[in-house]
């Protein structure tokens, strides 16, 4: 199982764009990267995916560079609403044997 | 809406007390998981469950004991328990072997034992 390290924290104000970096060093060939969203209280929410080069949605884009050792989510014009903790998970959870073990997270504080 | 139903959103109970909570997912999902969060920190994997049986127990304490009926429905039975389990326990599922690459998860369940 891939091991991931991100920053434990960040902030930003809003209407900024965030760059939260993970690195995956030990990253195999069928692992995807997957970020994920979690608000107090509440479960995780799915944000993107990616395998390799770049991946955008309407939430956010991801920088998946050649060796895939590192990721960078990005989240364009940042708001309030944003403030949450960011996870990168790597794996295949459609393989079966990659259970979802999610890290400490980047917690984003963003600031009027 | 997530497809993942939680019940109770909040639940009370003395250290005497047996509940159980319950989660129901409509994706049509085969893998299904337990979490525990306390406050302010990351999420722990209790138990996974795959095809209905169970393939991860993260050295969870024997007062939590999952059962999963079929693919659609996993509880959580609590007995016993102590005030540093309280915390909010999260239910997700997922497709393996081909479908969604991402998981969904619950609204939780937010447990204070007293």
């Known amino acids: 199982l891939a091991k991931t390290t991100q920053p434990i924290s960040m902030d930003s104000y809003e209407g900024q764009e965030v760059n939260i970096t993970c690195s995956h060093n030990n990253i195999a060939t069928n692992d995807y990267i997957t970020w994920y969203q979690q608000f107090p209280s509440q479960g995780p929410r799915f944000i993107i995916q990616?395998?390799?080069t770049k991946v955008t949605n309407e939430v956010a884009s991801l920088f998946i560079p050649a060796d895939r050792k590192s990721s960078t989510l990005s989240l364009p014009r940042v708001s309030l609403s944003d403030t949450a903790v960011y996870y990168c998970?790597?794996?295949?959870?459609?393989?079966?044997?990659?259970?979802?073990?999610f890290g400490k997270g980047t917690r984003l504080s963003v600031i009027a | 809406e997530t497809g993942v139903t939680q019940t109770p959103r909040h639940l009370v109970m003395g250290m005497t007390n047996k509940k159980s909570l319950k989660c129901e997912q409509h994706?049509?999902?085969?893998?299904m998981y337990w979490y525990k969060q306390s406050a302010k920190k990351p999420l722990e994997l209790m138990f996974v469950?795959?095809?209905?049986?169970?393939?991860e127990n993260n050295s969870v304490p024997s007062r939590f004991s999952p059962e999963c009926p079929n693919s659609s429905h996993l509880f959580l039975h609590l007995h016993t328990l102590q005030p540093e389990d309280s915390a909010l326990y999260l239910c997700?599922?997922?497709?393996?072997?081909?479908?969604?690459?991402?998981?969904?998860f619950g609204q939780g369940t937010r447990l204070t034992v007293v």
């Open positions: 994706l049509g999902h085969n893998a």
């Open positions: 998970l790597v794996g295949d959870i459609r393989a079966g044997n990659t259970p979802l073990v």
């Open positions: 997700a599922s997922s497709q393996v072997q081909g479908g969604d690459t991402e998981a969904f």
């Open positions: 469950y795959n095809f209905k049986e169970q393939t």
């Open positions: 990616g395998y390799k």
